[in-house]
């Protein structure tokens, strides 16, 4: 009986030294050092994808935000453009001889070269837009085909959602007719609240 016990006592404790040996407890911390790394690893994959979204697909909020820039680089560059349009019109009409006896398309010459310079920096302003587009697209070239798809979803849900066009009159325009100015998810609510209200009035009776 005593030799039982000495033997159940002496496994017992090889038991317990094997359990708190250094070798036992640095591959637990080993093994826990790893899970943790696995579990730390595991949103990279995620913060990668978000990181490279810019590349790939734009959500719509992401996609208003980038339109509502691109808009603007339209309308800041009109500004230079319209100025080099009305220097450069300026310069070669100023530098003109003029010869007040002889008209210009039955227009004092004066007159003409002034309406030219006018239609320069008009020039200017027309393609000042289309500059700013150019350099906006060229910046962002690394996303061009997403936000191109999403431009082409975008004018599908306005020609969608806008009112028919047969309803307008000239003294009562549609707002907004093409979205241009739609640069959030708000403006774009504000935008059909704005249309629906347009149908409305020409749809309805007034009392």
């Known amino acids: 009986m ?21 070798t036992s407890e640095l591959l637990k911390h080993s093994a826990r050092s790893k899970f943790k790394s696995t579990k730390a690893g595991n949103p ?12 790939g697909h734009l959500s719509w909020p992401e996609y208003l935000n980038v339109r509502k820039q691109r808009r603007t680089w339209q309308n800041v560059m009109a500004i230079p453009t319209s100025l080099l349009g009305l220097i450069g019109g300026a310069s070669y009409f100023g530098s003109l001889e003029t010869d007040p006896t002889k008209p210009i398309l039955g227009l004092d010459p004066f007159m003409a070269y002034g309406l030219g310079t006018v239609a320069t920096m008009g020039l200017g302003y027309l393609v000042g837009p ?35 066009p047969s309803l307008q009159n000239p003294t009562s325009p549609i707002p907004d007719f093409y979205g241009e100015k739609i640069g959030s998810l708000s403006q774009y ?15 309805l009776p007034e009392d």
């Open 130 to 164: 289309s500059i700013g587009n150019a350099i906006w697209r060229f910046s962002n070239r690394r996303v061009a085909s997403s936000i191109d798809a999403r431009d082409r979803e975008f004018y599908k849900h306005i020609a969608k959602n806008r009112v028919d």
């Open 189 to 203: 609510r504000q935008w059909l609240r704005d249309q629906a209200k347009y149908k409305k009035r020409m749809v």
């Open 44 to 55: 990279s994959k995620p913060s990668g994808t978000t990181g490279s979204i810019s590349e």
């Open 2 to 22: 005593n030799a039982n016990v000495f033997v159940r006592s002496s496994n017992n404790a090889f038991r317990i030294s094997q359990r708190h040996t250094p």
